[in-house]
């Protein structure tokens, strides 16, 4: 075999990864008695935050909190300040006929994410596009960083 030729087949036989189908299971059955555990314990908020990333990014003049939310339509997406926590929450029913073939889809997110004092509530704005609820939390002149002038004496 020529060395082109060994090389080929070196390169063929890296890209096959070997899965143990017991590894894949038992990481599964981990991620599901962590999420159960949790819910038994009473930690709900925990459990169902699991399933729904989000993304915060905090700024001198503003919090926003980015979430990905395929397939949702902006009128099934619930956005909520409850006391001291964004509630974000969004639900999607549909149904499909195809002859004699019902289907039915369900989707359901959740997620809580806890603010900061001094969030400008009259002011939360929310967008949702192309998949992306986008919440922008501005706060209130008492919390935003003030710059204090140094002076030499």
Not at 3 to 9: H, I, Y
Request: glycine share 8%; net charge negative; hydrophobic share 35%.
């Amino acid at each position: 075999m020529s060395t082109k030729q060994n090389e080929k087949v070196k390169v063929r036989n890296e890209a096959l990864v070997e899965v143990d189908p017991m590894t894949e299971l038992s990481q599964l059955r981990a991620n599901f008695d962590r999420m159960l555990g949790g819910m038994l314990r009473g930690h709900w908020e925990e459990a169902w935050n699991a399933g729904w990333g989000c993304d915060v990014k905090d700024d001198d003049a503003e919090i926003v909190v980015r979430a990905e939310a395929p397939g949702f339509e902006p009128d099934e997406i619930d956005v909520q300040i409850s006391g001291n926590r964004l509630v974000l929450q969004a639900e999607h029913q549909s149904h499909a006929e195809d002859g004699d073939k019902k289907t039915t889809r369900h989707g359901k997110l959740y997620r809580a994410v806890a603010l900061p004092n001094g969030i400008d509530e009259e002011h939360v704005s929310a967008n949702y596009r192309n998949g992306v609820l986008e919440v922008h939390l501005p706060k209130s002149d008492a919390v935003k960083p003030k710059r204090i002038a140094v002076t030499a004496s």
